[in-house]
């Protein structure tokens, strides 16, 4: 078992950057494994959360709540995938937003004081990072643009070719709020599509 969450995790950090066989291990040996189930919440907004965390099965959604108790997902985490950066989804150590559980999952987790050590101590960790701080730069932009110019029909057609059969798998209410639109608004343009199909 714990040779395939290795593996995983190797997976997961080679998808950003070449990564060394020895840097993987000072990783995997800090690392914790836990296991969550479907609906946990694994940090919340305002709270505390000194870890960082690479999802390697199932599937998360980081999260915040309107004034009318709403819930916007801001992102979707899927499988060998690595959650926001603390340096990131936090201000002065609390979190800005809440990270749930939309499947059961497991996650490989390390302090972030312990991982930001390694980063030093090791530079392809180091790159690694960077990488990944880049890549939430670049979806975070994106995300913005698409919410402030594309018509909400373009966002669940952008969303479907980029999480396929999704829909199938999460609530939909998840789905409206990462979209920027009510169930209601989702549930018109599904139909919109499906009809236009035939």
Do not use: W
Not at 36 to 44: G, V
Not at 114 to 133: Q, T, Y
Not at 152 to 179: C, D, H, M, Q
């Amino acid at each position: 078992m714990q040779d395939l969450l290795q593996q995983q995790l190797q997976t997961t950090f080679q998808a950003f950057h070449p990564v060394r066989e020895t840097s993987l291990r000072a990783v995997f040996e800090q690392c914790a494994i836990k296991t969550f189930l479907k609906n946990d919440l694994i940090a919340k907004a305002g709270k505390t959360d000194p870890f960082e965390y690479f999802l390697l099965e199932g599937m998360l959604h980081s999260f915040s709540v309107t004034p009318d108790f709403d819930q916007v997902s801001t992102r979707i985490f899927l499988p060998r995938s690595v959650v926001t950066p603390h340096i990131v989804r936090t201000s002065d150590t609390k979190s800005l937003q809440s990270l749930a559980c939309l499947q059961d999952a497991v996650a490989a987790v390390i302090p972030v004081d312990v991982f930001s050590r390694l980063m030093r101590e090791h530079p392809d960790l180091n790159a690694f990072g960077h990488k990944v701080v880049e890549r939430e730069l670049i979806l975070k932009t994106q995300r913005e643009l698409a919410l402030l110019t594309l018509p909400a029909k373009e966002r669940l057609i952008r969303f479907r070719n980029e999480y396929p059969n999704l829909e199938n798998l999460i609530p939909l209410t998840v789905i409206s709020g990462f979209l920027g639109i009510t169930p209601v608004s989702l549930s018109r343009l599904r139909n919109e599509l499906a009809n236009s199909k035939t």
